[in-house]
């Protein structure tokens, strides 16, 4: 079934590869500290990108703060559904340059995959949904709203702001977020939650000022001492969070993550023990993660026989569904402060917060895209949870209560999103992209 999708997607892949790689060229880092001219031009490439492509009212939506979002259109025909689809165009910073084999914004090929930062979170997902649409050729059976939001890595500060003021333009009657992932490269999978996060930079002073470590050194305690014993406090000895209170839950049962499967994704070293308890896939989706992100110190390099005098560290705690996340804050901050040692004094700066977020699987939307799944992969879709977090998807269920959302995506385990060295696998793409063809079909004859 679907055969002329299936044959219009795979002739369109040279193109689509095309589109993924020059996108991946776009420098569009969201991050505080890059330049943000960069990712407005990404965006303005993007408009005149899809007014070529023939979409309707393709234009930046801005906020008063933040980057903006790409929006563009095609009409529904008479009767039939709206659909918006959401991905991003902004990437993460690239890293450390020297662990890249190329620079991060210069995509190559090689076994079936494209290389790049963003290859696959998330500029795989733009590519996705226009090749879903593009395969439909003159004939698209909905009505299509592209949302591209230009600052998803940098927290998506503008974006509930863009949404308000354009409630009118934005009318979705199914909602389909295309930052999510398969299962592995020939199994489609779909979302039914992702944990949420509290994050804070926490600093700890002892001195006024450095002072001579031999000379001083046994008197008072340095900033590092002091900050390395609260941070260590955070977990029990077996790994698990030891921040009191939180949501901390074992899945019921559902899909088995195997242990070989997570190290084959995780890589650790020869000897490295499991954290925490419980199934590997409630450690990932129903229970909390504490993992400390970056210590402002002095570097190894540069030390110097002295009592460091401050130190900061960014604490980063991933929530699982029913969690509050501002609660889960004010206890992670508490437990810092009841674990200060010696009188130190503890200040905490900037804060992170995103809900998590359960998804309803029990829509025809849903069965829509299990069905196209199923005939783009070969295999039946799973149903997952995620680790990661995307908490502006409890934004668009409260300003569009009445449309399904769908988390769905191209990145597989072996992406490495977030790290050097980021990819797409081409095959995946072309599948998940003809999933998405088929959905909007299905969707239309519903």
Known sequence: MHDDLRAAVAADMPRLKGLLADLVRMESVSAPGYDPARVRA???TLVAMLTEMGFENARLLEASKG???VFAEKPAPPGAPTVLLYA???????GPAE????????????????????????KSGIVMHLGAIAAHGDDLPVGVQLFFEGEEEAGSE??????????????????????????????GALLYSLRGIAAVVVEVRTLAAAVHSGQYGGSYPDALMALSRMLASLHDD???????????????????????????EVKPVDGLELIGKGSVASRLWSRPAVSILA???????EAINQLVPVARAKVSMRIPPRQDARDALEKLKAHLLAHAPWGVQVTFGHEDLGEATTLDLDSDAVRAWKVAFREAFGTEAVEIGAGGSIPFIATFKELFPGAPILVTGCGDPHSSIHAPNESQHLGALERATLAEAIALRLLASD
């Open 42 to 44: 990404a965006g303005e």
């Open 67 to 69: 980057h903006p979002a």
């Open 88 to 94: 991003h165009y902004d990437v993460q910073p690239p």
């Open 99 to 122: 662990e890249w084999e190329t620079g991060p914004f210069e995509p190559f090929e090689r076994d079936g995959r494209l290389y790049g930062r963003g290859a696959s979170d998330d």
């Open 158 to 187: 503008g974006l509930e702001e863009i949404l308000q003021k354009h409630r009118d333009l934005l009318r979705p009657d199914v909602i389909v977020i295309g930052d999510g992932e398969v299962w592995d490269a020939d199994t």
């Open 238 to 264: 077996d790994g698990s969070v030891a921040v009191a209170g939180l949501v901390d839950e074992e899945l019921p049962g559902g899909i088995d993550y195997p242990l070989d499967r997570l190290r084959d």
């Open 295 to 301: 210590i402002d110190a002095p570097p190894v390099s």
